[in-house]
């Protein structure tokens, strides 16, 4: 099992649909999980850490699930702009370490 | 101000090669980190330091050697380079939490490598 999962899609939803994406992670002791956004040819960027209790930016909420060991994120209200890959991100011991699963690739058509 | 910049941003260059890429960060962050994301967009830790020491060193060649002159700096020089090295590299930052966890890293551009 890998130790961290997502699943790769594509997801191909139209404007102003809700879309929630999972993330699975085989470590229990986990502490820190974000999602990341990348483009095309881009860098990952940071869109929001999650926490515990769920936290929410706009129309992005994260959530975790620490008994089924799982992390998601929710889109409401789609944008074009939207499209691209989220990678989930779970650490890994007290290095800082990351393990960045492979991507969910987010499509949304007008 | 780029916050953590990478160069050069492109490189191609044939197999046998030496190369190097720099990588610097303006956030006052401790700790630097390179990563591998391959063509099937694996994004993979390489190495990290904290404060020019090295930390993590995942199963990579040794062919790839990390450097850090001070905690605003990672280089990373690759040797006698092959096909397979053909990647974006990453640089990234953050602080190091030493109570457990991790904080939240931000990553350069990346180094588009291409072996021919």
């Known amino acids: 099992r890998k130790e961290v999962e997502q699943d790769p899609g594509p997801f191909n939803v139209p404007e102003g649909a809700t879309v929630a994406f999972n993330c699975t992670y085989s470590?229990?002791?986990?502490?820190?999980f974000f999602w990341y956004r990348q483009d095309c040819r881009k860098e990952p960027k940071l869109l929001m850490s999650?926490?515990?209790s769920g936290n929410e930016d706009g129309r992005f909420t994260a959530q975790l699930n620490r008994a089924s060991q799982y992390i998601s994120l929710l889109i409401r209200d789609s944008k074009l702009s939207d499209s691209a890959t989220y990678l989930c991100?779970?650490?890994?011991?007290?290095?800082?370490?990351?393990?960045f699963g492979q991507g969910t690739t987010l499509q949304v058509k007008p | 101000d780029t916050a953590v910049s990478q160069t050069p941003k492109y490189l191609v260059t044939q197999m046998g090669n030496d190369k190097s890429i720099k990588c610097e960060q303006n956030?006052?962050?401790?700790?630097m980190y390179w990563y591998k994301q391959d063509s099937k967009k694996f994004l993979k830790i390489m190495f990290s330091?904290?404060?020019?020491?090295?930390?993590i060193n995942e199963t990579v060649p040794n062919r790839f050697s990390p450097k850090s002159p001070d905690k605003a700096h990672l280089n990373l020089h690759i040797n006698s380079l092959e096909l397979g090295d053909s990647a974006v590299y990453f640089c990234?930052?953050?602080?190091?939490?030493?109570?457990?966890?991790?904080?939240?890293?931000?990553f350069g551009p990346g180094t588009r490598l291409t072996v021919t």
């Open positions: 470590n229990s002791a986990s502490q820190s």
């Open positions: 999650v926490y515990s």
């Open positions: 990234a930052s953050s602080q190091l939490r030493t109570s457990g966890g991790s904080y939240e890293q931000y």
């Open positions: 330091y904290n404060n020019k020491e090295l930390i």
């Open positions: 991100a779970v650490n890994k011991g007290n290095t800082g370490k990351l393990i």
């Open positions: 956030l006052g962050h401790d700790t």
